[in-house]
Each structure stands twice: as C-alpha cells, then as structure tokens.
C-alpha cells in the first residue's frame, strides 16, 4: 500500500517570504499523479498543484511550484511571495493510475503553515 | 457552476444511532468520493460511486454504506454510530473516476457521536 508522510507538523513563514513544504511517499508503482491540496479554517479542500509522475517538469500555478525527484520518491511544495490567505493545514496525496480509475487519494497528516504579518 | 455542497454543516448523534450525510456533486460531474477526516489526520478514503455504483472501497467495515442517485449526488450512512466515527466527512466529485480528472472537495460536514 502507498503511504505519505509530511514531516513538519507546523511551519511558519514571514509575509512575502518564501516557504517549502516537505512530502515523501512510498510506492512501487511507476505511474501515479501527486497533489498538494490546502484546508483553510473553512474546512474545504482546495487543489493547489497537481503533478503527473511520467512528466519530468515541475509543476508550476502562479506563486506555487512543486520539486518532485521521483528516485528519491519526494514531492516538496514552494510557495512564493507568502500572502496572509496562504495560513491553512496543507496535504499531500498520492493517487495510483489504475486501470479502471477508481483509485483513492491517500493523503498525508498535513502541515500546518502560519502567515505571520 | 455550482460547486460540491454537503449537509448538514454539523450533527450531533448519541452512540449506536444511524446517520445519513448527504453531497450534491458538481454540474456534470458522476463520480463521488467520501472520506472521513478525523482530528488532525489526513483524509482517509471510504468509498467511490461510478454512475450508482460502489467503484472502489477503503478500509471501512460494512456498517458504512452509500447511495447514488440519477442526478449523482450521493449519501453516506452509518449505522451502529461510534465515538471514532467522530470526524469531518468530506465528499468529493469528478468528471469521472479517471485519476487524471480533478476531485472536486465539499466543505464537509462535521459528525460529533457521544
């Protein structure tokens, strides 16, 4: 089965500042999607950054980009130029190819970022 | 377009009880996911429903079961409630099962069993 660790329970950055969020993941498939999602105090789920596993290019939307290094199974989230509406709990998740397509997210135990003004 | 919308907000149930969440998927969307997220966890995946049917099941026990209707929203229920299925439920809707299509999250709704 596939697992996902997020190492940093907490991380802080200053606004405006630069912050990166660490996930590993363990799998022995070779095809499979990862995903950074962020849960402000709102509760719901929001896509931030998707990257596909065969393509070689980091992901990159607007002022969030992905390192992924697929031998060392690691995915770490940037976020640039930190905003205040940036502070939320952010979550890693693997998701298999499959064949049939129904594949779960397997989420990690999140990070939880603060903004400091 | 309307977005995934789930309800209630909130419940409150005593253990042993039963319980039905409910979860309007996203215009034409006809894959709904539900997790359960417990206090400071990440989600954990319960089950998939492909055009009214069950497409997929984590490690759930049976007491957990679903429903999809014609117009693809869906209900989670839970019979013989206990105090760990206290969590955030969450549901979420795809175009379709594939992994290369989007899962579009809810904003949950939040089950306290005492």
């Known amino acids: 089965a596939q697992t996902v660790t997020q190492s940093q329970p907490e991380m802080s950055v200053q606004e405006a500042e630069t912050v990166t969020l660490s996930c590993t993941y363990d799998?022995?498939?070779?095809?499979?999607?990862l995903f950074w999602y962020k849960q402000p105090p709102s509760r719901q789920m929001i896509l931030v950054i998707r990257?596909?596993?065969?393509?070689?290019q980091n992901a990159t939307e607007n002022r969030f980009s992905v390192n992924f290094q697929k031998a060392a199974k690691s995915f770490s989230l940037k976020i640039s130029d930190s905003q205040l509406g940036d502070a939320a709990m952010y979550f890693c998740?693997?998701?298999?190819?499959?064949?049939?397509?129904?594949?779960?997210?397997?989420f990690g135990k999140g990070t939880r970022l603060s903004v400091i003004a | 377009e309307t977005g995934v919308t789930q309800s209630p907000t909130h419940l409150i149930k005593t253990r042993g009880q039963q319980v039905t969440l409910r979860c309007s998927s996203q215009?034409?969307?006809?894959?709904v996911s539900w997790y359960q997220q417990a206090l400071g966890q990440g989600p954990q995946f319960i089950f998939q429903?492909?055009?009214?049917?069950?497409?997929g099941r984590g490690n759930f026990p049976p007491r957990f079961s679903g429903l999809q209707f014609p117009n693809y929203s869906s209900e989670l229920n839970v019979n013989a409630l206990e105090l760990d299925d206290s969590a955030l439920y969450l549901c979420?809707?795809?175009?379709?099962?594939?992994?290369?299509?989007?899962?579009?999250f809810g904003p949950g709704t939040r089950l306290t069993v005492t």
């Open positions: 979420a809707s795809s175009k379709g099962p594939g992994v290369q299509l989007g899962q579009y």
């Open positions: 215009s034409g969307h006809n894959t």
């Open positions: 998740a693997y998701r298999s190819r499959g064949n049939s397509g129904n594949t779960p997210l397997v």
């Open positions: 799998t022995s498939e070779s095809d499979y999607y």
């Open positions: 429903y492909y055009r009214e049917e069950e497409n």
């Open positions: 990257q596909e596993a065969y393509k070689q």
